[in-house]
């Protein structure tokens, strides 16, 4: 045999070896967990999974206990809200691995998203601040500007102390201002490792169409129904937004969102129509590049 002929069918192995090979998995990784949380192994045995552990491959997990878990694989969120079962497949999709929306939005939104390093250990010590507070009376400051001092610290990274500001305007200030504290301070628990109580208090608020935080709460809300599957409460949420023509990096932001969205309920051309107006925002930013690559993909 030629050394010609032997390279040729040497690197024909080679192709047929890495064709052949399995792409490494992509774990589910548990990031948060109020409740119980177990995977199936063999027929009738549940083991069960406690926050950093990674949910084995292929498997049913089960959720109880009144439960509340955030999961990720890859670049996905996923939270589940209700105790049930689920396949850990289908969590976790086909495209693990693709950029989610939250990779997607970028630094414009990331105040929406933050969490601090040590969230569980702030959270525990905020609950147990409130259970020793219970008895407190809160009276309100004159003086205080909850909104704009909370901002101020929540911008710093203080959550703990803008969570306070924030709770105090959601008490005291009336309108839309009350409703902005409320928004924020749903913020700043969510910033604090406590997303069960953030959603709590996010899906209690109604904004109106002219208040000046509708945009990140737009974002904000929208994220969370959609990393839930809730995807009919997420274009309500769009909707509401959209239907005021917005424009602007927000607007494009929703575009976006609302294509996972509809893409989540099985409307593929809805989905579509919403990338493209997404690109027509702005073809040449972020979000309206990867808007245009989903159109072509």
């Known amino acids: 045999m030629n050394s010609r002929l032997f390279s040729i069918i040497t690197v024909f192995i080679i192709f047929i070896c890495f064709a052949v090979m399995p792409l490494a998995a992509v774990s ?20 069960e999974l406690g926050i950093g552990d990674s949910v084995p491959e292929n498997r049913t997990i089960r959720l109880s206990g009144r439960g509340f878990a955030e999961l990720s694989a890859g670049n996905k969120k996923i939270t589940l809200t209700q105790d049930g079962l689920y396949e850990s497949a289908d969590l976790i999709g086909t495209e693990p691995d693709k950029p989610g929306f939250r990779q997607v939005l970028g630094s414009k939104f990331s105040s929406l998203f933050n969490r601090s390093e040590n969230g569980q250990n702030t959270v525990a010590a905020v609950r147990g601040a409130e ?9 309100e400051d004159d003086s205080a500007d909850y909104l704009a001092d909370g901002m101020g610290l929540f911008n710093e990274g203080d959550y703990a102390g ?5 709770e105090e305007g959601s008490l005291w200030e009336t309108g839309a201002v009350q409703r902005e504290c409320t928004f924020r301070l749903g ?13 709590k208090t996010l899906t209690s608020i109604r904004p109106e169409s002219d208040d000046p935080f509708l945009e990140e709460y737009t974002i904000a809300m ?29 607007a494009q932001a929703a ?8 893409e989540g309920q099985g409307d593929s051309a809805g989905s579509r129509r919403s990338l493209q107006e997404a690109v027509d925002q702005g073809p040449n930013t972020e979000i309206g590049r990867a808007a245009a690559e989903m159109l072509n993909g």
Not at 28 to 47: M, S, V
Not at 187 to 199: C, I, N
Not at 233 to 248: E, I, K
Request: negative net charge; proline residues 2%.
């Open 187 to 199: 913020l700043s628990e969510q910033a604090l490792g406590d997303p069960r109580t953030a959603r």
């Open 162 to 166: 803008a969570k306070d500001l924030f």
């Open 28 to 47: 589910l990784d548990i990031d948060y967990l109020d409740g119980t949380l177990e995977y199936r192994e063999g027929q009738d045995t549940w083991l």
């Open 222 to 250: 929208a994220t969370l129904y959609i990393e839930s599957m809730d995807y009919q409460n997420a274009d309500d949420v769009l909707s509401v937004f959209l239907d005021t023509g917005p424009s602007g990096d927000a």
């Open 255 to 262: 575009w976006l969102l609302s294509a996972y969205s509809l």
């Open 131 to 139: 259970a020793e507070s219970d008895d407190f009376i809160s009276w």
